[in-house]
């Protein structure tokens, strides 16, 4: 109902203000202004009220043209029925009838304006719900609105400490990454040491064992040798076992130039296991912020244990060869003593032969 009012005090005044141009006159301004407010919108004129709306002249301007209003509708409403043959009785009776019908008529006009005016009203009151959804879902929506720009906000600052976060990320994992190189270039470094002390021991053990293969091969042909001569002369069984003690003594001191060599290797591979446990501890200490960087280590590791086992590898090679050569060593004086112990005695020379013979004739 206020939404109402105040719509229809705006229309109001909006056809007061298109009345000013056409009626100058103060009176018939005044006229015209209680015209329009009883017929069109249903108000009743007062002076007050007029003296609001058109303010124009003195007080007494909408006063008197009220009164002339009221006069003129007065008039109006009243019906004169001029025949002259009718009595006067009957005329008045006319006349009443006229009027009760004209208010009637005008009874029934202000219904069906009532009716009017309470459809607009309830279409206000619609329009009015609809403005009243209409401003709280503006409300919600600014609400949502101002929630959503928080969140950008919010969002903005978090993109930007996670920005600010990955920059520090990208900077430790450059360094990590320039440690990780470091070190795995040190290990490369190291293993190809490692790797070139190996082929190098490789190589020394392939030289004691094409060595002890030509001793044993040479203490083989010695001992066919031996065992021919031995069939012959002892004397060549002795010179033989002089030969053999010198070849022995220099087999053994072969072996163990050989074994100090296999001392020194050996020496060398703990270095290397102590370098290698110290460059895991390192790598370890490098690769525990990286995941990637501790399954490289961990292949590396494998690639280190693998050079580890080769070189205990290469140590029990180096045992087994150390054994081999007692072992043949061993099997070679075994020989000899049984080609000694088998061998016959020494076969008559020819001048003891012939004395024999002689002998034999004398007597």
């Not at 719900?129 to 949502?144: G, H, N, P, S």
């Not at 080769?310 to 180096?318: C, K, L, S």
Request: proline residues 3%; glycine residues 4%; aromatic residues 4%.
């Amino acid at each position: 109902m206020e939404l109402n009012s105040a719509t229809a005090e705006s229309q109001l005044l909006a056809d007061i203000e298109a009345l000013r141009p056409r009626f100058p006159n103060t009176q018939d301004m005044y006229r015209e202004v209680c015209t329009l407010m009883f017929f069109r919108y249903g108000m009743t004129p007062t002076a007050n009220r007029l003296y609001q709306l058109v303010r124009k002249g003195s007080m007494s301007a909408p006063a008197e043209a009220l009164n002339r209003f009221w006069a003129q509708l007065r008039e109006k409403s009243r019906v004169v029925i001029g025949h002259p043959d009718l009595p006067e009785e009957l005329k008045n009776t006319a006349g009443e009838l006229v009027a009760s019908l004209w208010k009637s008529a005008q009874q029934a006009a202000a219904d069906s304006l009532a009716s009017l005016r309470a459809a607009a009203e309830q279409a206000v009151d619609e329009a009015r719900k609809a403005e009243q959804a209409a401003r709280l879902e503006r409300d919600t929506v600014a609400e949502t609105l101002a929630t959503v720009r928080e969140r950008l906000a919010q969002e903005s600052r978090t993109t930007a400490d996670l920005r600010r976060e990955l920059a520090e990320l990208g900077a430790l994992h450059a360094n990590q990454t320039a440690k990780l190189d470091e070190a795995r270039k040190e290990i490369n470094a190291q293993h190809a040491w490692l790797n070139s002390v190996q082929r190098e021991h490789e190589v020394e053990l392939n030289k004691v064992r094409d060595k002890a293969r030509l001793d044993i091969e040479t203490a083989e042909a010695g001992r066919r040798h031996a065992s021919a001569e031995a069939e012959r002369e002892r004397a060549d069984t002795v010179r033989l076992q002089q030969t053999l003690d010198t070849q022995r003594a220099a087999a053994a001191m072969a072996a163990e130039q050989h074994r100090a060599e296999l001392r020194e290797t050996l020496a060398v591979v703990a270095d290397l296991r102590q370098q290698v446990g110290a460059l895991q501890a390192a790598a370890t200490a490098t690769l525990a912020s990286r995941d990637e960087a501790r399954q490289q280590l961990d292949g590396l590791r494998s690639e280190l244990a693998g050079a580890v086992a080769r070189a205990g590898e290469a140590e029990g090679r180096a045992q087994r060869l150390e054994t081999e050569l007692r072992h043949a060593g061993e099997l070679y004086e075994a020989r000899l003593a049984a080609a000694a112990v088998k061998a016959p005695p020494p076969a008559p020379t020819r001048k003891a032969r012939r004395s024999d013979k002689g002998g034999g004739r004398d007597q």
